[in-house]
Every structure is written in C-alpha cells, then in structure tokens.
C-alpha cells in the first residue's frame, strides 16, 4: 500500500531490466541511483528485498515477508527529494522520534537517521537530498539496519560523484 502512494506522488511505474549495466553519469531516480538489484542482496545478505517500483522519484524494493497473506508492505527504498534540504529531512525524522547522527558521504553532507525498524541515510546533493532507507517489522533477521543503508548510499555516492 505505501509503494501505491509513492507511485502515485512520483510518476508512473515501470519496468525496468536490473540496473546492472554500469554506473550512471548523473543521478536520475529511475535508475536506482545506479544501485543493481544484485547490490541490495549483497547488502542485506540475502533476495529478501524485490524491485517492485521505479519512478521518477526513485525506487523500492518489497521486503518479502507476509503474515498470512498479507504483505507487510517493509522494504528498502532511494527517493530523490527535488527542492529540499537537510534540515527540512532532519526536522521530519525528529519529529517520528529517531536519533540523528551527522555524516559525510564522498564530500557531501548528511545525516543518518534512526530506530529500532529503521534507518534512513540522507545525502545533500546540490539543491537536492537523496535518501537511502531500509524499515522492517523484525530487524532480527537482517544485519544492522544503518550498515544496509550506509552501504547502499555509499554505492550511490561512488558511482554518482
């Protein structure tokens, strides 16, 4: 349900052949931030995660666990937020109640934040933020969360900058 919305708010859903053809020269949200589908298995150590949106906004990949036959809609998603800034992301995040912590990604400024089920990595880029997040109901099963998204974002920044 949360991926509908997204769509809806960044373009229209597509599909795509997995990202893996090389890095991009700038970063365009379709392309995952230059991110495969191969690097979130890496990431999180396993095919948890399934590609199931790429807009112009950015994508999201579908933690594949379900109770009964629910899904419950928990994954690992990049967004391009155009026009914002850190401290409009920053004041968001604090005000779900998540501990921040400064960073730097290849030169550029940004912030991790923080929970039990979550963790958000944002990199300012230009006028932009770009963020990589992972959320999930049972974090147990996974390594830590930041570890996800700090690697997923550095694999951006790598290939972007």
């Known amino acids: ?26 970063f365009e949200p379709a392309d995952c931030g230059a991110v495969t589908d191969a690097d979130v298995a890496a990431a999180v150590g396993s ?17 594949n666990t379900a109770i009964g036959t629910f899904g419950i809609g928990m994954g690992i998603s990049t967004w391009w937020y155009r026009g914002s800034d850190l401290d409009t992301e920053r004041a968001l995040e604090l005000k779900v109640g998540r501990e921040l912590v400064e960073l730097t990604v290849n030169g550029n400024k940004g912030f991790k934040a923080f929970d039990e089920n979550a963790c958000s990595v944002y990199v300012a880029k230009g006028d932009d933020v770009i963020t990589w997040s992972i959320q999930t109901v049972n ?19 790598d290939r972007l900058n």
């Open 1 to 26: 349900m949360a991926a509908a919305a997204l769509v809806a708010c960044g373009g229209e859903e597509r599909d795509t052949p997995d990202a893996g053809s090389g890095p991009a020269a700038t």
């Open 47 to 63: 095919t948890l995660f399934t590609r199931v949106v790429v807009s112009e906004a950015g994508c999201f990949w579908q933690e």
């Open 139 to 157: 974090p147990a099963m996974l390594p830590d969360l930041c570890s996800v998204a700090e690697t997923l974002a550095q694999l951006s920044q």
